[in-house]
């Protein structure tokens, strides 16, 4: 299955798809240190973000989610591409830190069409859903 967005920062990877059905801050919901996410209560708590594609619906958090998306990069935590429904200007700063791609803007959901574990192949935008 192929899924075309926009295209906010380039590059091309494949790696396996970490989903989350809401939106995702690096502040106070990942450990730049180990790259697990810290989310209380949640199925995906624990779960390691690093070498991963993020997939959720946008970002929320403060101008300092950079500074420890950063720190992952540095720890070698960080994840390899982002891919939400629509992006909001701290998680595209994030991925311009990181210098990973980033996409949005599907014409369908890639938080409902995407699970865990699937493995993504993301060029200029466009999404390949192995199954």
């Known amino acids: 299955m ?6 906010i920062n380039p590059g091309q990877v494949s790696g396996q ?20 996410l810290v989310l209380e209560g949640h199925p995906l708590n624990g779960q390691s973000l690093a070498g991963k594609v993020l ?3 946008s970002g ?9 998306a950063y720190q992952a990069k540095q720890n070698g935590t ?10 909001d200007p701290m998680l595209c700063e994030c991925a ?5 791609p980033m996409a949005d803007s599907f014409a369908q959901s890639p938080v409902q069409i995407l699970e865990t574990g ?3 192949h993301m060029s200029g935008g466009e999404l390949t859903i192995e199954e």
Do not use: H, Y
């Not at 989903?19 to 730049?32: N, T, Y």
């Not at 929320?60 to 420890?68: E, N, S, V, Y």
């Not at 311009?96 to 990973?100: K, R």
């Open 78 to 87: 960080a994840p390899i591409a982002i891919v939400c429904e629509q992006v």
């Open 17 to 36: 798809a970490l989903v989350l059905d809401a939106p995702f801050s690096f502040i106070g919901e990942f450990d730049p240190q180990t790259g697990q």
């Open 2 to 7: 192929k899924l075309k967005g926009r295209e």
């Open 96 to 100: 311009l830190v990181l210098d990973i």
């Open 60 to 68: 929320k958090g403060g101008t300092i989610a950079p500074f420890i």
């Open 118 to 120: 699937q493995t993504v």
């Open 55 to 57: 997939v959720c619906p």
